[in-house]
């Protein structure tokens, strides 16, 4: 598009990515600065569910997420030490993926609709300013006692799961186990960081593996862990902010993170991506001040997601209670009605 202005993003995971591509499509020019290189594992539970599968399908993306390997998870159980559900339909299907191929898959695609991608760029500075998106994942705690929790991911084989999704929560945190591409099962967990421990106390493995005796330990007792796709996360707040919170037009984990046991940070991240393309496209055209395309995305971002982070605060803070953890299991195995409403709040 002649004269029209370009649009750098800082940040190419998803949200970064999907935007960049949905530019793109508007011909809009644009640039993405990502501090890393792909394909790159990331720790998530590499579980899409929600509407950002419908952004996907907009985007034109769903073919593209099915040449990359992606599952489609239909089922999931819930597990304690003591308490388990069945395997139970999920209301809506989810599709599971390794970020390993789903980063590199959505980068390509970029790249062949004539975006500029830099690898190996970090951006710095506290306001990138007119013209730049920050899509650079979560934010730092703003104070050290917000950081609870840590987040370790790693895949394997030889697993074989009784639903395509299981949720194994204890009263350290939980691990998530899904199958995805490749015949793998990614193994996630968020744990919480204890008062005075030291970090080396108990290794990576030993905490994804379950306690002695629990159904995850069983779970995995054959395992064969794929080292190089281990990686690990720390300082993870879960407090939610609006976007309008930002001085900046932020789009995914940069407007605040969703708790992972929703499994719908990806899903936020695809949606809130779509939620800008078309503002800023007026912008990049002159039809649009950068305060009123931030106004409108910040706007349709609070809209949208201001009901699923109320109910995602209050599930993760029950799941993550161990003296409701049974409760919640025996509620989740019984009641259609719970089931349905835990899924459906949060998405
Ligand atoms: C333990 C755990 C489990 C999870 N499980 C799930 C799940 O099952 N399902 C789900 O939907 N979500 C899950 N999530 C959340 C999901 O991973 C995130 O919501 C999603 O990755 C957000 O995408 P994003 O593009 O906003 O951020 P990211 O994917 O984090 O991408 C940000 C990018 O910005 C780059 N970057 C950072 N700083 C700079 C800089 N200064 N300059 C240039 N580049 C920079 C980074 O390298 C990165 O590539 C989980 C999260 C955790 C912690």
């Known amino acids: 598009m002649a004269g029209a202005k370009r649009i750098t993003i800082v940040g190419g995971g998803l949200a970064g990515l999907a935007l960049g591509i949905g530019l793109r499509q508007s011909?809009?020019?644009?640039?993405?600065?990502?501090?890393g290189h792909y394909p790159r594992h990331r720790v998530c539970g590499e579980f899409i569910s929600g509407r950002g599968q419908a952004t996907l399908a907009r985007l034109k993306l769903g073919e593209l997420l099915e040449r990359a390997g992606a599952v489609r998870a239909q089922t999931a159980a819930f597990f304690s030490a003591?308490?388990?559900?069945?395997?139970?339909?999920?209301?809506?299907?989810?599709?599971?993926?390794s970020r390993f191929a789903l980063d590199e898959a959505l980068a390509k695609k970029f790249r062949e609709l004539g975006g500029e991608l830099q690898e190996g760029e970090f951006a710095r500075g506290e306001n990138f300013g007119e013209g730049f998106v920050r899509a650079k994942g979560r934010r730092l705690p703003s104070a050290k006692n917000d950081a609870h929790w840590f987040g370790l991911k790693i895949h394997a084989r030889n697993i074989a799961l009784t639903a395509d999704l299981e949720m194994h929560v204890s009263a350290r945190g939980y691990v998530g186990l899904c199958?995805?591409?490749?015949?793998?099962?990614?193994v996630c967990g968020l744990f919480r960081k204890r008062a005075g421990e030291n970090n080396e106390s108990k290794s990576w493995r030993?905490?994804?593996?379950?306690?002695?005796g629990s159904p995850l330990r069983q779970r995995l007792a054959a395992a064969e862990f794929m080292e190089n796709s281990f990686c690990a996360v720390a300082g993870i707040s879960l407090r939610p902010q609006p976007a309008a919170a930002h001085a900046?037009?932020?789009i995914g984990d940069a407007i605040t993170m969703i708790p992972p046991v929703t499994g719908n940070g990806m899903s936020m991240a695809f949606e809130s991506a779509e939620l800008a393309i078309e503002p800023l496209a007026a912008w990049s055209r002159n039809e649009k001040t950068w305060p009123e395309a931030r106004e409108k995305i910040?706007?349709?971002?609070?809209?949208?997601?201001?009901?699923?982070l109320a109910w995602a605060k209050w599930l993760q803070r029950i799941i993550l209670?161990?003296?409701?953890q049974n409760p919640l299991i025996i509620l989740a195995a019984r009641s259609d009605w719970f089931w349905r409403l835990a899924f459906e709040r949060t998405r």
């Open 82 to 97: 003591t308490k388990s559900t069945a395997p139970r339909p999920l209301p809506s299907p989810a599709i599971c993926l």
């Open 179 to 186: 199958k995805i591409n490749d015949g793998e099962v990614n």
């Open 248 to 250: 900046e037009i932020c």
């Open 206 to 212: 030993e905490l994804l593996r379950g306690e002695p």
């Open 298 to 308: 910040v706007r349709d971002c609070d809209v949208v997601f201001a009901r699923r």
């Open 27 to 35: 011909e809009v020019p644009v640039t993405i600065l990502e501090a």
């Open 321 to 324: 209670t161990p003296a409701l």
